[in-house]
Each structure stands twice: as structure tokens, then as C-alpha cells.
């Protein structure tokens, strides 16, 4: 990073935000002496139920547990398969493992980079018991197609909509549809609490379970007695959490709004650059430009190696450099060291392999301006120009 004093300031891959009015209110949680789980989470998954039409919704402390927990509602187990993509945080498969069950990865749409939809019913077998999609940088699945397909083989979808809080499908919000549905609320999502998650349930009795397993099995019984049924865990939101979460929860539309804002931007801008570059033969894969489902989450490219004399770390750098901040959402899965002694192979998902190596994460977050975007295309496509293969 540049320490010219008048260099422009650094451009973070994503910042979280929150104004004034949500910092009162925690602390007045803190203040209230009730900060662990109380009356503001009732309050957050109350209206958390009300913005997914009226379906069960409960929180946790992150969206790991929210997975792993709709895994256990599903009853999935050892012996049992669950088909997911290779392209996603790690702990969409490590909570599969995590009860036993064994991920089956699917290769990806080369556009969409959302799992492939075509290649999910030859990967089915016997043992199969769910498909577990993901929704990269907000943008939904074919959930027709996948429903369909869910319902011919009697199989349950948990989707990890980590990324897709706010994304819509034929306009219908994400989470409003289908079968068990997690979210994240980390940091930098779209909706943060800090750290937290929901899932969003079809049933009361699914709900009810669900609370059990988030805090230690326990439920309560009368105003002295409990009972434990079930191995539970401490996956529990805390109030202070949920306030966050509540504040959030308004400010959403504007989020929203400003992230499609700035993502048409960043179309309009690497476009141009290429063209006034002379670089409109470069292989920069821009994501789908779908204003209608995503969320604009996240704005990745995959970027055209084999035109290019650098790698992408070298190109992170020469960003960096610029005081812009990238992201790589994600390594391929089954390159990493845990799956790789378990017997899986990059090279049977090829897809996902080339995007892991090549897709970047460029910023992309509400409080950006305008010309952040400017200077981003325009030093991209420099770094780009510069370093294209003679």
C-alpha cells in the first residue's frame, strides 16, 4: 500500500455499516443489563418471520450453526450423501461432515457459478438424502428446476443462502420459498449483526427442535424443572446481536438499492476502460447481470490468465498497491488439505477448478462513492493492459 501522503484512501473489499442510531440502541441493551439471549432476539426473529411471509425463523450465533442445525432438523446422518458446490466457504461442506454425512461435489455453471443444476441428477445415488446449493455473490439457483428435481428424488434442500439475504426469485424473496433456508450474518453480508445467522423452517415442531439444538438440547419446564433429549450445542444469538440485526433490518432497502447502484457502475466502467484500453478481446469474465434476483452480495470477475503474464496474487498486489482491497471467494474445497486425504480430486469438478484460480473479489459495499468505482476499473484494466501476454 502506498504511504504517499496524498494518495487516495485505501478502498476495502467490503465494510460493514452501521449509523448512529444502531450504536444507541446497543448500548442500550448493555445498559439494560439483558444482553444475552431475550426479548430483542423474540423481537429480531419475529420480524425476521414477518419479512419471509410468515415462516418459522430462528437465529444463531453464526451461519455454520444455522447449516449444521438444518442438517440435524433434516436428520441427516452418517451414511448419508449430501450433493453441494466446491465453490463456497468451506464450512458449507465441513458441517456435512460434521454430522457425519458425506458432501458430494458438483461442478459449476461456468456463468452462474452457482452449482450446475444439469450435473446434480447424475450425481445422485441411493444414499443421497439433500442437495445443499449455494448462492455465490447473491445470486439465486434455478429454484424451479431445483425443487423439481428435489421432489422426483424425495430429497430435502437446504439452501445455504449465506450470501443472499434480500435476493428474490421471480419476485419472491429467498428464504419466503422452499425448504430450509440459512443465512449468514457476519460481517460482511449484507444484513450484519456482527457475527449471527438465521434459518428459516417450514414447521413449528421444526422450530421448536431447533431451539433445542442451539442451546444444549434444553427445554424448559415450569419454573424450576428442564429437560435434555437431544445433543445440543451453544449456538445461541445474543441480544446485543439482535438489536444490531433489528437496525439492520431497516436500513436493508437502502443497502440494497445502493449495492445495484454501484454494481450497474462497475459494468459500465470496466467496459469502457477495456474498450478505450483496446482490450476488447481480453477474456474478463464479468459476473451475471441479473438486477431482477441478486443482491449484488459481492462483484466478481474471473480474471484471463492464460492472456496474462502474472497470477492473481500478483495482480491483488499491483492492487493493493493502488490502496484497493480484493477478495478470493473461494478456493476450491477439495484443494484443501482435509479433503484432499479424504479421496477427493480437483480435476473432477474442472469448472470449479479454473474459476478457484482465477475469480477475484472486487470491492463493493454501500458506503463506496461513485468515483471509487472509476478508479477501480481504471486501475484494473492498467494493471490488465500492462501485463497482457505480447
Not at 467496459?271 to 449484488?296: C, H, T, Y
Amino acid at each position: 500500500m502506498s504511504t504517499n501522503e496524498n494518495a487516495p484512501p485505501f478502498i476495502p473489499f467490503t465494510r460493514p455499516h452501521f449509523n448512529q442510531e444502531t450504536i444507541d440502541a446497543v448500548a442500550e441493551v448493555l445498559r439494560s443489563g439483558w444482553v444475552t439471549s431475550g426479548p430483542k432476539l423474540a423481537e429480531f426473529e419475529a420480524a425476521l418471520s414477518e419479512y419471509f411471509g410468515g415462516r418459522p425463523v430462528r437465529c444463531f450465533a453464526n451461519g455454520t450453526a444455522t447449516m449444521k442445525i438444518a442438517l440435524q432438523v433434516a436428520g441427516i446422518g452418517p451414511g448419508d450423501e449430501v450433493i453441494t458446490t466446491p465453490i463456497t466457504w468451506v464450512a458449507t461442506s465441513n458441517v456435512i461432515l460434521s454430522v457425519g454425512a458425506t458432501p458430494v461435489f458438483v461442478d459449476i455453471d461456468p456463468v452462474t457459478r452457482n452449482i450446475d443444476l444439469n450435473k446434480v441428477a447424475v450425481a445422485i445415488t441411493p444414499r443421497t438424502r439433500a442437495i445443499m446449493p449455494v448462492y455465490l455473490a447473491g445470486l439465486p439457483v434455478d429454484m424451479d428446476r431445483l425443487y423439481a428435481l428435489a421432489k422426483e428424488h424425495k430429497l430435502r434442500v437446504i439452501e445455504d443462502a449465506a450470501q443472499a439475504f434480500g435476493s428474490q426469485w421471480k419476485e419472491k424473496r429467498i428464504g419466503s420459498i422452499g425448504d430450509l433456508v440459512s443465512f449468514s450474518f457476519q460481517a460482511n453480508k449484507n444484513l450484519s449483526t456482527v457475527e449471527g445467522g438465521c434459518l428459516v423452517l417450514n414447521t413449528e415442531q421444526e422450530a421448536k427442535l431447533a431451539e433445542k439444538l442451539r442451546l444444549q438440547g434444553v427445554t424448559r419446564q415450569g419454573m424450576d424443572g428442564m429437560d435434555v433429549d437431544v445433543l445440543g450445542g451453544k449456538d445461541n444469538l445474543t441480544d446485543v446481536n439482535a438489536v444490531i440485526g433489528l437496525h439492520q433490518l431497516k436500513q436493508l432497502p437502502a443497502f440494497q438499492a445502493r449495492r445495484a447502484v454501484l454494481a450497474r457502475q462497475y459494468f459500465d466502467a470496466i467496459r469502457s476502460e477495456l474498450k478505450s484500453a483496446g482490450l476488447e478481446d481480453l477474456k474478463l469474465e464479468l459476473p451475471v447481470e441479473n438486477f431482477g434476483d441478486s443482491n449484488w452480495h459481492m462483484f466478481q470477475i474471473v480474471l484471463p490468465l492464460d492472456q496474462l503474464n502474472v497470477d492473481r496474487a500478483q495482480v491483488m498486489t499491483k492492487l493493493k498497491d493502488l490502496g484497493i482491497g480484493t477478495g478470493v471467494h473461494y478456493p476450491i474445497i477439495t484443494g484443501f488439505t482435509l479433503y484432499q486425504k479424504l479421496g477427493y480430486k480437483t480435476e473432477a469438478t474442472p469448472v470449479a477448478q479454473r474459476i478457484s484460480r482465477s475469480i477475484l473479489t472486487l470491492p463493493l459495499f454501500p458506503g463506496m462513492v461513485d468515483e471509487d468505482i472509476s478508479r477501480i476499473a481504471s486501475g484494473l484494466v492498467a494493471i490488465l493492459k500492462k501485463h497482457r501476454q505480447k
